[in-house]
């Protein structure tokens, strides 16, 4: 029992501060006690402050307390020493699976404390105490416990790697530098940690940077989508909404166009009915009048039968004319015509305003905008072929090379619905959306190089191109050159390449064009937002021509 008490004391004798039994014990006038160098050490560290305080109950002393050594203290120390008897650690300074064991401790091992990059060794807290109190160990290197010192051993010699070798970009000992590395570029390791040391802190500037960057981003993108749910949800109450009355419409005058039919065909039966019944009347006249008739015929009594035929033959008018009344009956072949007609021009409406409703949906980026080529090769990655579109071609322009070539030459040709009349532009025939780019070669007095929505004016000085809202040129003309729009110029230095190529970013608003030879030189680029697909488009001076040159990827 006796025994089992010394265990007990022997518990509440250790140093709060180092962990270990009291080594000369001094007890402070707030009754903790400690070793007497740890408790100086821990005052000498907070001296700036002229602050002394218990580390444990923070009760605070001023002056410094004069530092006596704890007799009785000393001497239940000092038995415990003799008898052998140490303050078991807890269970969980035991090391276990994961944790780094003290190199020191036999048996079971203790939990690490720290590392020594110069013992290469790791130690629990009672084996690393010497490391504070040695004055030669006070000067090695204590790191968290790792389990990665055996890397600071040279492979070959078994000796420390202390010497960075620059020629072969790798760790090597002493032995090494003077044998197999010998006249290599070499410095030691801790010069070099001291370089990579900086360029970790640039480093983790730039990944810090990028990390604010992507958040950003994901910000961005996560309101997008809020907002493309948001969107596409109210599109398709209301799209459904407006079909739904669509299809009632359609329904009510379908229900409408049968009532009539229904209408008409009783009308039309009944005038019939009505004809053929008064028809079978007058059959029946006939044939009574017929009868009395062959009976006259047989008479033999000549006075009666002067008398009675001038009454007998005498037919009513009705009689006299059996067609009269009868005229063509009413049909309903030219309803079903009728509703066909109505059928293909609410097709051909749903047809042509279709690219407006899909163009939302041709290009749903919930994507960061994406950067503007740099290099011709870039661009030709969203080569697109453009052909001309005859119906749209001003009577002077003759089209060639599968309609890919213009020239203003004055043709005539034939009117159509879609042709400029006012001025000696055309269209293509492709829509575009999305990332396009394209290449026209030019020659002869000045061109316009464009883009448009198809609806554009076909007539008057507002169907020009950039002369209003739908259209955006590049003018070439008497060697100046100016972008204009809505009728309002840009100015753009000269001289211009007999190539130049256009980048379209539909979705991003971007629209910019390029003076090609060996280099893409910018000329101007346009920032807005468009509504409708778009349609390259060219006006040319009389003798002036145009070609698109295909470089489709």
């Known amino acids: 029992m006796a025994q089992r008490g010394i265990q007990l004391d022997g518990t509440k004798l250790r140093c709060s501060i180092c962990l270990d039994l009291l080594k000369d014990p001094v007890t402070i006038p707030c009754g903790h006690s400690y070793c007497m160098s740890c408790i100086k050490s821990y005052w000498n560290e907070k001296y700036q402050k002229k602050i002394h305080s218990c580390p444990q109950c923070r009760q605070t002393f001023t002056p410094r307390p004069v530092l006596v050594k704890n007799t009785m203290l000393a001497e239940l120390v000092e038995e415990l020493r003799k008898t052998g008897l140490q303050a078991a650690p807890p269970d969980r300074c035991y090391a276990g699976p994961g944790d780094v064991a003290c190199d020191v401790c036999t048996g079971r091992k203790l939990k690490a404390l720290k590392s020594c990059l110069v013992c290469l060794a790791s130690y629990c807290e009672q084996h690393l105490q010497s490391h504070y109190d040695a004055a030669p160990l006070k000067k090695h290197k204590l790191v968290e416990a790792t389990v990665k010192l055996q890397e600071n051993f040279c492979p070959h010699y078994d000796e420390v790697m202390k010497v960075f070798c620059h020629t072969d970009q790798q760790c090597i000992c002493y032995l090494c ?20 040391q900086k ?37 398709v109450e209301d799209s459904e909404k407006i079909f739904t009355e669509l299809v009632r419409l359609i329904e009510k005058k379908s229900s409408d166009v049968k009532e009539r039919i229904r209408s008409r065909q009783k009308e039309e039966a009944s005038r019939a009915e009505e004809l053929q019944e008064k028809l079978k009347r007058e059959i029946a006249e006939l ?31 009705s009689t006299d004319s059996p067609g009269t009344d009868i005229r063509p009956l009413c049909y309903f072949e030219d309803v079903t015509a009728a509703v066909s007609e109505a059928r293909d021009k609410l097709q051909g409406i749903l047809t042509e305003e279709w690219p407006k409703i899909s163009l939302t949906l041709t290009e749903v980026d919930v994507l960061l905008p994406q950067p503007e080529p740099k290099t011709r090769a870039e661009f030709l990655q969203y080569s697109h072929q453009i052909t001309l579109d005859l119906n749209t071609a001003h009577t002077w322009l003759s089209l060639s090379d599968g309609n890919r070539k213009a020239t203003c030459m004055r043709e005539d040709k034939s009117s159509h619905p879609d042709r400029f009349t006012y001025c000696s532009q055309v269209l293509s025939r492709e829509s575009l ?52 729009h809505n009728n309002i110029t840009t100015p753009i230095p000269c001289p211009l390449s007999s190539r130049v190529g256009v980048y379209l970013d539909h979705r991003a608003g971007i629209l910019s064009f390029y003076s090609v030879s060996e280099t893409m030189t910018l000329l101007h680029r346009v920032q807005t937002t468009y509504t409708q697909p778009l349609h390259p488009g060219f006006r040319l001076n009389m003798n002036s021509s145009i070609k698109s040159n295909s470089y489709v990827i």
């Open 287 to 317: 044939r009574r009048k017929d009868a009395e008739l062959e009976q006259l015929s047989h008479t033999e009594d000549h006075i009666h039968f002067l008398h009675s035929y001038p009454s007998l033959s005498r037919l009513s008018q």
């Open 177 to 196: 530098s003077m044998d197999e590395h010998k006249g290599h570029d070499k410095v030691s390791a801790a010069a070099e940690r001291s370089e990579r």
């Open 199 to 235: 360029e970790l802190g640039v480093s983790r500037q730039q990944i810090q940077q990028r990390i604010q960057d992507r958040e950003k981003d994901v910000k961005v993108l996560q309101q997008q989508v809020e907002a493309i749910n948001v969107s596409a949800d109210k599109a």
């Open 433 to 484: 959306t999305g990332r396009c780019y394209w290449e026209v070669e030019w020659s002869g007095q000045g061109v316009s190089i464009a883009v448009t929505y198809k609806d554009i004016s076909r007539t008057g000085n507002e169907s020009r191109f950039g002369y209003n809202d739908k259209s955006w040129a590049l003018d070439y003309y008497n060697n100046s050159c100016l972008f204009r």
